[in-house]
């Protein structure tokens, strides 16, 4: 029998796709796997709900930083400023407790490898765009900067490296 092609609980994709990133990682049960990574910029918390009833996957990656009520308007408009840019995902902010996420759900494919590339692929895009625009955020957050200044740096596309 070929055991290849039946479908695997898609969080125990996500385990192999973080362990193969040598990533920290706990599971809470069989629909939710949490890792911790450090980056350049910060501590991000990556999160992985699988949804049965939906058959989707939802993703999400916080930031170390918290916005207090009074900075809440300018980290919105910066939100809805990178948003506009980005073709996969989008960030939000917590009601909770004010932290900056970026978020981002995928239907389930029964083809588990096309799943565990198409979730690699994810979690890099979302890194990257996370570490892309984190100073922006803390710009926000910690200047007396706007929005859309704080996005002239993290607008430009760097080419080569020194």
């Known amino acids: 029998m070929d055991t290849d092609n039946l479908p695997l609980n898609p969080i125990d994709i996500v385990e192999d796709v ?4 040598k990533w920290n990682f706990s599971r809470a049960d069989d629909y939710e796997l949490v890792a911790d990574i450090s980056s350049k910029w910060c501590q991000y918390r990556l999160y ?4 049965e009833n939906v058959r989707a996957m939802s993703f999400t990656i916080t930031f170390d930083l918290k916005f207090p009520e009074s900075k809440l308007l300018n980290a919105y408009e910066l939100i ?3 948003n506009e840019k980005l073709w996969i995902g989008h960030f939000d902010i917590t009601s909770k407790n004010g932290i900056p996420a970026f978020r981002h759900t995928i239907l389930y494919s029964s083809y588990n490898d096309f799943l565990h590339k198409k979730l690699e692929n994810l979690v890099d895009i979302a890194i990257y765009e996370c570490e892309k625009y984190y100073p922006s955020f803390q710009q926000v957050l910690f200047e007396e900067i706007s929005a859309r200044q704080s996005l002239v740096f993290a607008n430009f596309e760097v080419i080569g490296t020194s």
């Open 18 to 21: 973080i362990y193969e990133k």
């Open 80 to 82: 809805g400023l990178i």
């Open 48 to 51: 992985f709900t699988w949804s």
